[in-house]
């Protein structure tokens, strides 16, 4: 298996510009899970899904953010205006059930400028 | 309040040396899960292990080794005779309900660098 694959790797962008960061979690993996990395609040959750259906997204930060996943093999997370304090890695990651440890994917290094 | 602290945020210790990471946890429920993951410098989040509440016996992975114990909410984690390619952060989690994950919570990650 390839594992959970993200792209873009890397993405810079302007203020003000929609950005879209792609997921291709694990096959038969049923849960995925959007994550953003910083320096200063480290890990935070921001949205994840169950077999399709998003069940929690209250860490997704503002109306700005914005995930779907039209598929059990494709996950889409939006920022719609992107501005610089959104800079951070974003990490897809997915799971076979509550409890098991989750499969990251490389991560998309996000900087807005 | 639930609450994973890694008090070390930075350790360097030379090849071959044996050194502890550890994970202090808060919280107020009975049955929770612990996990450890590495990120190495390629950036991927990589599952170590998870451990129940319920039990409590250390487990050993070749090399690794990790101590829970419930008396001091601690889950530390020991790599013996260290090799470069532990250069990793490594985070200690907690979640809280078995059957939603909106309820992990990572600590703040320890980097630990090991020295040729």
């Known amino acids: 298996d390839a594992g959970v694959i993200q792209s873009p790797r890397h993405e810079v962008t302007e203020m003000g510009q929609e950005v879209t960061l792609r997921c291709k979690p694990i096959?038969?993996?049923?849960?995925l899970f959007w994550y953003r990395q910083t320096m200063m609040r480290g890990l935070e959750l921001l949205i994840y899904?169950?077999?399709?259906?998003?069940?929690?997204d209250s860490g997704m930060p503002e109306d700005r953010f914005s995930a779907k996943m039209p598929n059990a093999s494709f996950s889409t997370l939006k920022i719609q205006p992107s501005e610089p304090r959104d800079s951070a890695v974003y990490f897809c990651?997915?799971?076979?059930?509550?409890?098991?440890?989750?499969?990251f994917g490389s991560g998309t290094r996000l900087t807005v400028v | 309040a639930q609450k994973v602290t890694q008090a070390q945020t930075e350790i360097s210790v030379v090849e071959k040396e044996d050194v502890t990471l550890d994970c202090v946890y808060e919280?107020?429920?009975?049955?929770?899960?612990l996990f450890w993951y590495k990120q190495p410098p390629s950036g991927e989040l990589v599952f170590l292990i998870r451990?129940?509440?319920?039990?409590?016996q250390n487990e050993i992975s070749g090399r690794y080794s990790w101590n829970f114990q419930k008396s001091t909410s601690s889950f530390n984690f020991t790599i013996t005779a260290s090799q470069v390619v532990d250069s990793a952060v490594y985070f200690c989690?907690?979640?809280?309900?078995?059957?939603?994950?909106?309820?992990?919570?990572f600590g703040p990650g320890t980097s630990l660098s090991v020295i040729p």
């Open positions: 990651a997915s799971s076979l059930g509550p409890l098991m440890g989750y499969t």
């Open positions: 096959s038969g993996h049923d849960y």
């Open positions: 899904f169950n077999n399709n259906v998003p069940i929690d």
């Open positions: 919280t107020r429920d009975t049955t929770y899960y």
């Open positions: 451990r129940n509440s319920f039990d409590e």
């Open positions: 989690a907690l979640s809280l309900d078995q059957t939603s994950y909106d309820k992990v919570i």
